[in-house]
Every structure is written in structure tokens, then in C-alpha cells.
């Protein structure tokens, strides 16, 4: 924060004791560069810093929305900071209706609780930060670099037409270098990305568990796959966006994709799909990133009378395969080697490491064998961290 440079911190109390429009609380922070905020018109959980929807940002306080005419109070279904919010009005990544934090040059990590809502995606600096967030009072967390003095964050909406509202955000600065760790970012569909708890969900990605296989100190996971995506939504709709802009040489980029585009209302061909995944790998690669490609798992049920899963002809798999080659990137070839693993404890296991009624989506149980599955591989392929 600039403006605390140089001051006392007996001014610095009076100073934010004194500002208008937070609900008679003092700000709460801790070293410098870190705070905690709590959205909404409600009660200030102890220890947070009350922001009001009219709080407007004044950079002698450092923080506060941008265009507090475009964000409402509202409440919410939670307790303590989750007992109210702040709802945005206007979407998209590139808005302006941001809330503004001043911070200093460094890395920060970013903890997040909605309000209430069905899907809602967080964005900062203008891309996605965390996507489809679901469910009321959903928490996530991430590092960000910090390089121009102030943070930028909204929330917009993960699904046309659903509610978007922030109650709390806390920011801790890590380091005084503006530069992630090593990363490894997650490209996929509904059969690899977040569900929401994150710790008590009963459905699961394989992105979602790759964390339990992965060397903390060597990396963190940002996993940005959504349900129902396919490659052209991906490159398209900001996702790839959001890793090119941080991505960076060490850090991993694991892409799978290709079950829904096979569906015929994406209007998508396997050339058309090859080709965005091409440019998606030719543009990781220039970022002096690797890129791996990982191909997509088969359905329960894809069993033979011989009790043998397979399922080589799902999902784009050939043209998957050709592109590794063809791109020269590293492969995970998770549909042969899931099949192997289901054919060796059966149908009946396989069945339970699925969701009820669904032969497509792992649960929780799922989810963890396919993340093990990716990372033993990584790591007979000689990738570091795993």
C-alpha cells in the first residue's frame, strides 16, 4: 500500500478509523499488503474490514469499487462474513466495475467467498482468475502478480442469467516478487474440473485431486476447465487467455479436451477441433511453457464380453495422439491407461468410482484414481514435481 510508506502506525489507525462508508469498523490488515474484507450492508465479522456497495475507491483509503452505481448489497444464505454480500450488475472480465486494492509491487494470494449464487467466476486484471464457481458461499483461493500498484478483482457470472456476489476477500502477500510459482495450469471439461466445496463435494474432477499427487513445494495447480467446454470455447472464451497471460517457462500446461466437442450441436469437427488445439499449443509454447495432452477417459460401461474396458475410438483420440506427435508435446494417453486400471478391478468397482446414474463423471473416489493415473505417468515420463 503506498500510501502507508513512511507513516506511523498510530497515524495509519487513526487515518482508517476515520474513513467514511465502512460500517464502523477499522480496517483489518496484517503485515504489509495483506487484508480482509466483509461485503455486504450486514454486521463486520471481528477482525474484518466492512465494505459497503457505495463505497467508492479513493486513493488516500486505497481500496473501494470503481463504479459503486453498478454494485447492489444484498444478503446471503451463510453465517459470520457468508451472512451477506456485495452483488456486481455488469459482467464480463474487461468490465471496469472492479473493486480496487492498492498493493505493492509483489506476489499475493487471493482467498475468495461468494455470496449466493449458481455459477460465478472470479476475474482480476482482466481475465479469469477462477472459474464457475458453484454453489452459495463457495471459497476458492489464488496467486496472483501484482506489478502495477493495484489489484483489479470482480465477480461475473459462470452461466448466462445467474446472480454474481462477492462476501469476502482476503489478501496475503507472499513475496516482494511479482512472479507466480511454479504452475501447472488444467485445461478440460466436467470430467476434470472444480466442484464446489471443494473438500465435501460429492462430484469431482480429476484436475480437482491432482493436488494429493503433486510436490506442494515445487508447485500449484490452477485448474481452469469448465463443464461442458470443448476447444473452440476454451481458446475463445477467455480461459486460455488467462493462462497465456501468466504462464512462463517451468511451469506445465495439461490440456484434455474432446468428449463434448464430438457432440454434433458444437458444430465442431475433428479438423476444426484439431486446429484449436494446435494454436493452443503453439501459443503455450511460445510462452517457453510445456504443454502435455492428455487424452480423455471412457465410460463406465465400455466393457467388452470379455470384461475388458476399452474405449480407443471415443473423444477424438487419434487426432489427439497425432497431435502430440505431429507438435512434438508430451502425452498422457489417460483413455488406455484408465481402461487398463477399470479392466483390472472389474466392472462393478468401476461402476462405484462414478457418479450414481452416470456412467460419465467421476466422484470423488474417481476422480482421485484418474489424477494418480495422470501423475504416475508424468513422472515415468521424467516431468519434475511429480
Excluded at 465477480?155 to 454474481?164: A, C, L, M, V, Y
Excluded at 466436467?190 to 460429492?202: G, K
Excluded at 513422472?379 to 511429480?386: A, H, I, N, T
Aim: hydrophobic content about 35%.
Amino acid at each position: 500500500m503506498k500510501w502507508m510508506k513512511g507513516m506511523t502506525s498510530m497515524l495509519l489507525v487513526a487515518l482508517l478509523c476515520s474513513t467514511p462508508g465502512l460500517n464502523g469498523t477499522t480496517p483489518a490488515y496484517g503485515a504489509a499488503g495483506d487484508y480482509k474484507f466483509d461485503f455486504g450492508a450486514g454486521p463486520v465479522e471481528s477482525g474484518y474490514t466492512g465494505v459497503n456497495a457505495s463505497l467508492r475507491y479513493d486513493a488516500t483509503r486505497g481500496y473501494g469499487f470503481r463504479t459503486p452505481e453498478n454494485v447492489r448489497n444484498v444478503g446471503a444464505s451463510g453465517t459470520g462474513v457468508a451472512s451477506d454480500a456485495v452483488r456486481f450488475m455488469t459482467t464480463g472480465t474487461k468490465s471496469e466495475n472492479t473493486f480496487d486494492v492498492d498493493l505493492d509491487p509483489g506476489l499475493y494470494e487471493v482467498s475468495i467467498t461468494l455470496g449466493n449464487t449458481t455459477r460465478a467466476s472470479v476475474a482480476a486484471e482482466g481475465v479469469y482468475q477462477v472459474i464457475n464457481m458453484t454453489g452459495d458461499g463457495a471459497k476458492d483461493r489464488f496467486q496472483i502478480p501484482v506489478t502495477d500498484g493495484q489489484l483489479n478483482l470482480l465477480i461475473t457470472e459462470g452461466k448466462e442469467g445467474t446472480s454474481f456476489a462477492i462476501s469476502a476477500l482476503e489478501i496475503r502477500r507472499l513475496s516482494n516478487n511479482p512472479v507466480t510459482n511454479r504452475t501447472i495450469y488444467i485445461g478440460g471439461d466436467s470430467t476434470v474440473c472444480n466442484y464446489y466445496p471443494l473438500d465435501s463435494s460429492v462430484q469431482a474432477g480429476w484436475g480437482q485431486l491432482l493436488p494429493q499427487f503433486v510436490n506442494s513445494n515445487t508447485f500449484q495447480i490452477r485448474n481452469m476447465a469448465s463443464g461442458g467446454q470443448i476447444a473452440r470455447g476454451f481458446h475463445q472464451d477467455g480461459q486460455l487467455e488467462a493462462i497465456v497471460k501468466y504462464i512462463k517457462p517451468g511451469d506445465y500446461f495439461i490440456l484434455q479436451l474432446g468428449i463434448n466437442d464430438t457432440n454434433p450441436k458444437h458444430n465442431e469437427s475433428e479438423a476444426e477441433f484439431k486446429d484449436w488445439m494446435r494454436d493452443m499449443i503453439r501459443q503455450v509454447k511460445a510462452k517457453g511453457a510445456t504443454l502435455i495432452l492428455s487424452t480423455p477417459q471412457g465410460r463406465a460401461t465400455d466393457f467388452n464380453a470379455n470384461n475388458v474396458h476399452t474405449a480407443e475410438n471415443r473423444w477424438y483420440r487419434s487426432s489427439i495422439l497425432a497431435l502430440a506427435q505431429e507438435e512434438q508435446t508430451p502425452l498422457v494417453d489417460l483413455n488406455v491407461l484408465s481402461s487398463a486400471y477399470f479392466t483390472s478391478i472389474g466392472p462393478q468397482a468401476t461402476l462405484a468410482l462414478y457418479m450414481n446414474g452416470d456412467t460419465l463423471h467421476p466422484n470423488v473416489a474417481g476422480a482421485k484414481e484418474l489424477a494418480r493415473l495422470v501423475a504416475k505417468d508424468l513422472k515415468r515420463q521424467g516431468l519434475s514435481g511429480f
